[in-house]
Every structure is written in C-alpha cells, then in structure tokens.
C-alpha cells in the first residue's frame, strides 16, 4: 500500500494560498486550515497511521535517511537548477506565448515576483522553510524504532500419491481444512482433515495440476496436486 497519485502541482510550494497552501507550517491532513473545501476527500488513513507509534517512529527514520540525500537541500536545489538549464530555450518560448510573468492569474500570494528567476527563488526558499518546519515537527523518534521480523512458516502437511489418479492422502494436523483449487482458482473440493490424515476421492476431477490449501489456527500452506 503506498500513497498516490499526487495532483494539484498548482497548489504547492507556496505557490497557492488555497487551504493555506502558501503556510509552510502544519499538516494538511488535519484539515484545520480555515475557510478550505473539500476537506472531507481527505483519507483517513492519515489518521491513523499518524497516531501509531510504530508507524512514526519508521517515518522518522525514513525522514532521516531522505534528508541526508534526495531530500537534503543541496539535492534539491541542484534538481531544480538543472531542470531549468534542460528547459533551456523552452522557458522564453512558453512566456513569449503565455507573457503572464509577474501578473496575477489566481490565488498566488502577494507580492507576485517579478521575473522567472524570483519565482524560482520564492520556490528554493519556501521549500528549505518547509524542510526546518518539518525537521522540528514531524513526529516519531529514530531512536526508538523497533523492527521486528517474525518468519511465518508454511503450514506443513503431506500429500500422496502425487501425482494421483483415483485417490489422494493428505496427512497433517487433526482439524487442518483442506481446499482443493483449479489453476483459474476455482474451488473443486473441500475436506478436513481427521485422526492425523484423510483419504479423498479425486477421480472426477478433470486431468490437471491443482492446488490444495491447507489451513489451521490461520496458519496456511499450500501444494500442487497432479491428477493423472
């Protein structure tokens, strides 16, 4: 699960003073700011995910390692700078067309710079306010960031003869649920199994490779079965 798309470019880096956008304080999705629509879009797993211990303190070190590389404001300045030198000649093209330099045309806040080079100014330092704010506030501590792998093993059960023609053994746990599944995942065949295995009738399954799930307690495994 990740988040995105991102839209509305037009409403970032100060660029914007709808929803306060042009604030390099706060968080969006606390959806505090005054006077803003459409705030109820706003998903709520933010919520959540901001409110969890563990998550933060994995988003601060995420934070962290980003600062000290794409994200750090060398790294930053040095991609904004070079892709206006690849926009090159483009950029006069564009405002020879559209001349709107220095003009207000939405919500931009005051005062409107002057020139393309102030407006990338205003962005540089909008941005590097945003990343001390974020750097002070941001919750979660590196420090205190707990990962813990746990190795789920398989659920272990026999199957034979394999491949079989009539008959099927599968031998396992007592209480262990059996699935049979066709290569499209349609369901054939369900059994349980009983006294440490179970024997099952499988000559009117069409010819094929099938696969059997076995689960028990919400531990799972699973096996190919040829039936000849």
Same mark, same amino acid.
């Given at each position: 699960?990740?988040?995105?798309?991102?839209?509305?470019? !037009?409403?970032?880096?100060?660029?914007? +003073?709808?929803?306060?956008? %042009?604030?390099?304080?706060?968080?969006?999705?606390?959806? %505090?700011?005054?006077?803003?629509?459409?705030? &109820?879009?706003?998903?709520?797993?933010?919520? &959540?995910?901001?409110?969890? +211990?563990?998550?933060?303190? =994995?988003?601060?070190?995420?934070?962290?390692?980003?600062?000290?590389?794409?994200? =750090?404001?060398?790294?930053?300045?040095? @991609?904004?700078?070079?892709?206006?030198?690849?926009?090159?000649?483009?950029?006069?093209?564009?405002?020879?067309? @559209?001349?709107?330099?220095?003009?207000?045309?939405?919500?931009?806040?005051?005062?409107?710079?002057?020139?393309?080079?102030?407006?990338?100014?205003?962005?540089? !330092?909008?941005?590097?306010?945003?990343?001390? @704010?974020?750097?002070?506030?941001?919750?979660?501590?590196?420090?205190?960031?707990?990962?813990?792998?746990?190795?789920?093993?398989?659920?272990?059960?026999?199957?034979?003869?394999?491949?079989?023609?009539?008959? *099927?053994?599968?031998?396992?746990?007592?209480?262990?649920?059996?699935?049979?599944?066709? *290569?499209?995942?349609?369901?054939?065949?369900?059994? +349980?199994?009983?006294?440490?295995?179970?024997?099952?009738? *499988?000559?009117?399954?069409?010819?094929?490779?099938?696969? *059997?799930?076995?689960?028990? %307690?919400?531990?799972?495994?699973?096996?190919?079965?040829?039936?000849?």
């Amino acid at each position: 699960m990740k988040a995105g798309p991102i839209w509305d470019f !037009d409403q970032t880096y100060g660029m914007s +003073t709808v929803c306060s956008c %042009n604030d390099f304080t706060g968080w969006t999705y606390l959806q %505090n700011q005054p006077e803003c629509e459409d705030l &109820e879009s706003m998903p709520a797993w933010w919520f &959540e995910m901001m409110s969890d +211990t563990l998550f933060t303190n =994995h988003l601060a070190c995420r934070w962290n390692e980003l600062r000290n590389g794409p994200l =750090h404001l060398d790294s930053i300045y040095n @991609w904004i700078d070079t892709q206006e030198q690849y926009l090159g000649s483009a950029l006069t093209q564009n405002f020879t067309k @559209w001349p709107f330099i220095g003009q207000q045309i939405w919500s931009q806040p005051e005062p409107v710079p002057a020139t393309y080079a102030e407006e990338i100014t205003d962005m540089k !330092d909008w941005m590097a306010s945003r990343l001390v @704010w974020m750097d002070l506030n941001l919750p979660g501590n590196c420090a205190n960031d707990v990962v813990e792998i746990t190795e789920i093993k398989p659920l272990d059960f026999s199957l034979y003869p394999n491949p079989a023609n009539s008959t *099927v053994t599968v031998g396992g746990l007592s209480g262990t649920e059996l699935a049979f599944y066709s *290569v499209q995942g349609q369901l054939v065949l369900q059994s +349980t199994i009983e006294s440490n295995g179970v024997s099952i009738n *499988v000559s009117d399954l069409p010819k094929g490779m099938y696969f *059997v799930q076995a689960v028990l %307690n919400g531990q799972k495994g699973t096996k190919k079965l040829i039936v000849n």
